[in-house]
């Protein structure tokens, strides 16, 4: 025999019949190689599962007192990478194909040849170290193109990550904009961690659909006796953030009464209960997101001009995921591998007409709408290959019909679906150019200037 395949490989049997234990242990020692366990049942097998690493298991279908499915989908479920080979001395072909369903790498029928045994072994041990190969590729991948919990690789998420490591540790007050869905959230965590307090509190608040009082007295506390109903002495989320972050989401939802005392605490650090007349000073550092141009809504009188010049020192853009496509692949594949495993379905793979289809689609829900759809296509999902079917029909919509000749997008004049084709063209061009102006004209066939022009009245930045 040539040296192990897989040295250092430990393989776990449990069968309750002393001479099948007895066989597989000496042929898998004697010819394998293998550090080899025992179990005579669930309870002996799981002990052994518990205190050790197991990288195969033989299990036998047929123990008694106990379904060797449950087992299985036991033994699998602790640790997803890890293969099973069900014995069975019947040759019962329906328990085997539920087996297999339920993650078994394959069957052996007992009574079972020598080599036949050993082949099955080493291909399910060759099968576990390539997904433990494949899944630490995935995750060094994942860590180099990731900030906290953003994802992305693309050149405008890197700034991104440039910017908030920035203004990390200088406590400015950071606004953040961008459509819905395009990880406002997820960045004011990220500023928050990064910069110095990252152990203080980081609280939102949600001001939307709050009656102005409830929101005053959330943000700021109230006194005993303040208004009706106030019993007792309340802290605020100003009092509670100290020393950390307040992030407020969707900033645009303040009452403009409530921006006065919000833009009186960011200038004079200071703030006064409801009913009280003690000022508390805090230091509290304020991050705001919103999707609405706030510019807009001061021209209109909804928002305090001097507060968005406050606030707006700072300004992190995020871009729409249709202006970042080449980071849907890894965002698909990192949602794909947190909902297999949430779901208990390893092994899901994206078919390529899915990505492709991905690779299409608008995106109005931004990232939270890929992740939406993803997770929903593994729960529909039967087979090992998420393909077009299990996706939502918006995204499947898009896709031209069997002639390939164009249609007019459901709802949209023709202005409108050439104007959407003239951005998809120019954004194409501005990422081939490396967002080199001059170079995204060239490659467009028009000057500089037109591409300006072309750009301001589109609305792309
Ligand atoms: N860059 C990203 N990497 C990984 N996950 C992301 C990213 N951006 C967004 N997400 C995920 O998408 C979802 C929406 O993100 P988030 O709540 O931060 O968006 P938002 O901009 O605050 O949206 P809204 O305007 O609707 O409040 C979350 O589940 C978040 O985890
Ligand atoms: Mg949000």
């Given at each position: 025999m040539t040296a192990p395949a897989h040295p250092h490989a430990s393989i776990l049997v449990v069968d309750d019949e002393e001479v099948i234990r007895d066989v597989l242990a000496a042929l898998l020692d004697r010819q394998g190689g293998y550090d080899v366990h025992l179990a005579e049942g669930a309870l002996d097998a799981e002990r052994i599962l518990a205190s050790r690493p197991i990288d195969l298991v033989l299990l036998d279908l047929m123990l008694p007192g106990v379904s060797g499915l449950e087992l299985l989908r036991g033994i699998r479920s602790d640790d997803p990478q890890r293969e099973v080979i069900m014995m069975t001395a019947h040759g019962s072909v329906e328990t085997a194909v539920e087996a297999m369903k339920a993650g078994a790498f394959h069957y052996l029928t007992k009574p079972f040849q020598n080599d036949e045994v050993l082949l099955l072994v080493d291909s399910a041990l060759t099968r576990r170290r390539l997904r433990r190969e494949n899944e630490g590729l995935r995750r060094a991948l994942a860590e180099r193109h990731r900030f906290a919990r953003l994802i992305g690789r693309s050149r405008a998420m890197q700034q991104v990550y440039q910017v908030i490591k920035q203004v990390a540790s200088a406590r400015t007050t950071v606004l953040i904009t961008g459509e819905s869905g395009t990880g406002k959230e997820l960045t004011a965590e990220a500023i928050h961690q990064t910069?110095?307090?990252?152990?203080s509190p980081f609280l939102t608040v949600n001001?939307?659909?709050?009656?102005q009082e409830l929101l005053e007295s959330e943000l700021f506390g109230h006194a005993r006796g303040?208004?009706?109903?106030?019993?007792t002495d309340k802290e605020g989320l100003f009092a509670a953030a100290a020393g950390g972050t307040l992030f407020f989401d969707e900033i645009s939802t303040i009452p403009l009464p409530v921006q006065a005392k919000l833009l009186r605490v960011m200038q004079e650090k200071e703030f006064l209960p409801l009913g009280s007349v003690r000022p508390v000073r805090v230091d509290v550092r304020i991050l705001a997101a919103t999707n609405e141009d706030l510019a807009r809504l001061v021209r209109e009188g909804q928002f305090r001009d001097d507060l968005y010049y406050r606030l707006n020192v700072l300004t992190i853009a995020l871009p729409s995921l249709r202006e970042r496509r080449e980071d849907i692949p890894l965002l698909a594949e990192h949602f794909l591998a947190t909902f297999c495993d949430e779901h208990g379905r390893p092994g899901l793979r994206l078919s390529v007409e899915a990505l492709q289809e991905f690779d299409r689609y608008?995106?109005?829900?931004n990232v939270r709408e890929l992740r939406n759809s993803i997770e929903r296509a593994v729960l529909l999902t039967e087979s090992d290959i998420i393909d077009v079917a299990s996706l939502p029909a918006e995204i499947r919509r898009h896709r031209g019909g069997a002639s390939g000749a164009p249609a007019l997008p459901e709802g949209k004049s023709l202005q409108e679906a050439v104007e959407e084709y003239e951005r998809t063209l120019i954004r194409w061009a501005r990422q081939q150019a490396e967002g080199v102006q001059r170079r995204a004209a060239e490659r467009l066939q028009i000057k500089p200037t037109t591409l300006s022009e072309k750009m301001k009245r589109l609305g792309i930045r």
């Open positions: 910069g110095v307090g990252a152990d001001s939307s659909n709050l009656p303040a208004f009706t109903g106030a019993v608008e995106w109005p829900g």
